[in-house]
C-alpha cells in the first residue's frame, strides 16, 4: 500500500512540474511574441509612423541613414546602388537587393521585398504616400537651418528603433567633441570662408543656413558674404565675385565627380581670377568630399569626415 502511495504522490508531482513547465513556456512564449511585436510611434516631418521595433527587412534610400546603420551595425535588405557613394560601396553586392534610384524608386521589386520598414528623406518625399502603402515608412532628411538638432534627433530615431540607443549616443558624443575642437581652431584663426558647389563649369555659393552652411552654422567659420541666399541649390556666382570676396579659406564640392561630369572642380575653379585670392596663395582652396557632402551627408560617418576634412583644411 506504501509503494502505491509512493507512486501515485510522484506521478502527481510529475504533473504538477510538467503542467508549471508549459505554463512558463507559454509565459516565455507570450513575452517573445509581445517583444516581437513592439512598436514605436516616431515623428517626423512628414507623418507620425507605427514603425516596429527591430524591424528585420529594411529598404534606405537616404545615404546619411544608411551610413548611420552601417556605423551602428545593422543590417539592411534594400537599397538605391546608382551613385552610391564610394565608401558605401558594398551594398552594391548581390546580396542587398537594388530598389531603383534615389528619385525613381523600383515599387514592384520594395512590394516583393515586403519591408518592415522603409526610410526615405528628400528626393522620396513627394512619393511618401505611396511607399507607405508598401510599410511603415519614415522621413529622415535634415533641415539644414537646424543641421545638428536635425542630424541628432535622426541618429537617435534609428537608434531607438534598432534597440542601438548607448551606440548613438556615444557616437554622437565623440562627433560633438570634434566639433568643438574645430570651432576653437576656427575661432582662432578668424579667417573668412567661402563655401561653393561647381557643377558644369558652373559655380554656386552655399552660406549660413543652406545645404551645406554647417560650415558656418556648426563649425563656426566666419562667412565671406553675409548676403548669399539660403538655398538647396546654392546662389549662382561668377568669378569675379569669388575674386572680390577674396575668401580666407575657398571649399569646393565637386558634384560632377558623382554624377559623372566632364570638368574637375580643379579645372573650373583655378583660373586667373580665383588665384588672386588669400585662399589660393596660402593654398587654402580646400577640395571637399562629395561622396560626403553631396551624396550623403547627415550620417554619423560623412557627418565625422566632413569635420575631419573642415578641421584639417584650415590648420
Avoid at 510611434?41 to 541613414?65: R, W
Avoid at 558594398?90 to 522603409?118: H, M, Q, R
Avoid at 559623372?260 to 579645372?267: P, V
Wanted: charge should be negative; hydrophobic fraction near 35%.
Amino acid at each position: 500500500m506504501k509503494k502505491l502511495m509512493t507512486i501515485v504522490v510522484l506521478a502527481l508531482l510529475a504533473i504538477l512540474i510538467t503542467a508549471c513547465g508549459n505554463a512558463e513556456g507559454s509565459d516565455g512564449e507570450a513575452s517573445g511574441d509581445q517583444q516581437e511585436k513592439e512598436s514605436l510611434t516616431i515623428t517626423h516631418e512628414l507623418d507620425e509612423t507605427e514603425v516596429e521595433k527591430n524591424p528585420e527587412t529594411v529598404v534606405v534610400f537616404d545615404f546619411g541613414a544608411l551610413d548611420t546603420l552601417d556605423k551602428l551595425g545593422v543590417e539592411v535588405a534594400g537599397v538605391p546602388k546608382s551613385n552610391l557613394p564610394e565608401y558605401l560601396s558594398k551594398y552594391a553586392a548581390e546580396e542587398y537587393t537594388n530598389v531603383g534610384s534615389l528619385k525613381e524608386p523600383d515599387f514592384e521589386t520594395i512590394y516583393g521585398l515586403d519591408p518592415d520598414l522603409i526610410i526615405i528623406s528628400g528626393r522620396q518625399s513627394g512619393l511618401y504616400e505611396d511607399l507607405s502603402e508598401i510599410a511603415p515608412t519614415i522621413y529622415v532628411g535634415i533641415d539644414t537651418a537646424n543641421y545638428m538638432e536635425s542630424f541628432t534627433n535622426n541618429v537617435l530615431t534609428l537608434g531607438k528603433i534598432f534597440g542601438k540607443e548607448s551606440q548613438a549616443e556615444e557616437e554622437l558624443a565623440k562627433i560633438e567633441e570634434k566639433i568643438q575642437t574645430l570651432k576653437e581652431t576656427a575661432s582662432e584663426n578668424n579667417g573668412k570662408a567661402l563655401v561653393t558647389l561647381t557643377t558644369g563649369g558652373k559655380v554656386s555659393a552655399y552660406g549660413p543656413g543652406s545645404r551645406f552652411g554647417l560650415i558656418h552654422d556648426v563649425f563656426g567659420l566666419t562667412p565671406a558674404d553675409d548676403n548669399i541666399e539660403a538655398s538647396t541649390h546654392g546662389m549662382s556666382i561668377s568669378f569675379e565675385f569669388i575674386a572680390e570676396k577674396d575668401p580666407d579659406y575657398l571649399f569646393v564640392i565637386d558634384r560632377d565627380a558623382v554624377v559623372g561630369g566632364e570638368k574637375s572642380a580643379k579645372e573650373v575653379i583655378e583660373n586667373e581670377l580665383v588665384k588672386q585670392t588669400k585662399a589660393y596663395q596660402n593654398d587654402k582652396i580646400i577640395y571637399l568630399d562629395p561622396n560626403y557632402w553631396y551624396l550623403s551627408g547627415g550620417g554619423l560617418i560623412s557627418m565625422t569626415e566632413m569635420i575631419d576634412e573642415v578641421s584639417e583644411g584650415i590648420k
